[in-house]
């Protein structure tokens, strides 16, 4: 069964902080992957997909890169902002199905 | 344009009432999909619809049905409302199921 984990749950850095969220998935056979962006009380804005075939995307300062056989993804985001404060999720496609199986988000905090 | 719209935000029922949850596009979008979120577990997929008439099953199906009878709606209906139907619920669409998803803005069900 597919598990996807994101570590840390929590992360808190002062304003223009370089930082990486990360996103872990235990079956490779994935067609996609999507970083979502939620805000409190509101719906996920999806900020980056990554198709199984590509190794990167980039939006901005925003870059997600992805690593199909170790299982791994991760969300850089240059120069942080308070307007960057949400939280992030990440979605893997499953191969064969029709299917999307989140993580359980890490929570930012950028601090003015 | 509108996007993905939810109603109702907001909706408190009684054990064992039954409801419909809306969802429309606009977007001409084929797939769309029904998700709940609860705390520490993500969101999890209810079920989907990969165009007008053909609908499936998700992760957690039980106590909910759906239809999709036009390419713009796809209704949720809880068929006798238990407390641990109590989450917030998230319409997405998509062009196809590999490409970006949108969400709408959620609506936040408890059940006494």
């Known amino acids: 069964k597919q598990e996807v984990t994101q570590i840390p749950a929590a992360l808190s850095v002062p304003e223009g902080e370089n930082l990486v969220l990360n996103c872990s998935f235990t079956?490779?056979?994935?067609?996609?992957l999507q970083w979502f962006r939620q805000d409190p009380g509101k719906g996920l804005t999806s900020l980056l997909l990554i198709q199984s075939s590509q190794r990167e995307q980039t939006s901005g300062r925003l870059n997600a890169s992805l690593d199909k056989s170790s299982g791994r993804s991760t969300l850089y985001i240059a120069a942080s902002q308070p307007g960057d404060s949400a939280t992030y999720l990440c979605?893997?496609?499953?191969?064969?199905?029709?299917?999307?199986?989140f993580g359980t988000g890490t929570r930012l905090k950028v601090l003015a | 344009n509108a996007g993905v719209t939810q109603t109702p935000k907001f909706q408190v029922l009684k054990t064992g009432q039954s409801m419909t949850l809306q969802c429309a596009q606009d977007m001409n979008h084929e797939y769309m999909s029904w998700y709940r979120q609860d705390p520490g577990m993500g969101l999890r997929l209810i079920h989907y619809s990969v165009g007008a008439g053909i609908t499936d099953q998700g992760e957690v199906p039980n106590g909910y049905n759906v239809s999709r009878s036009t390419t713009e709606d796809f209704p949720l209906r809880l068929l006798s409302a238990a407390p641990s139907q109590t989450s917030v619920y998230f319409c997405?669409?998509?062009?196809?199921?590999?490409?970006?998803?949108?969400f709408g803005q959620g609506t936040r069900l408890t059940v006494v």
């Open positions: 997405a669409s998509s062009i196809q199921q590999t490409t970006e998803a949108f």
């Open positions: 979605a893997v496609g499953l191969e064969g199905t029709y299917k999307y199986i």
């Open positions: 079956d490779s056979a994935i067609y996609n």
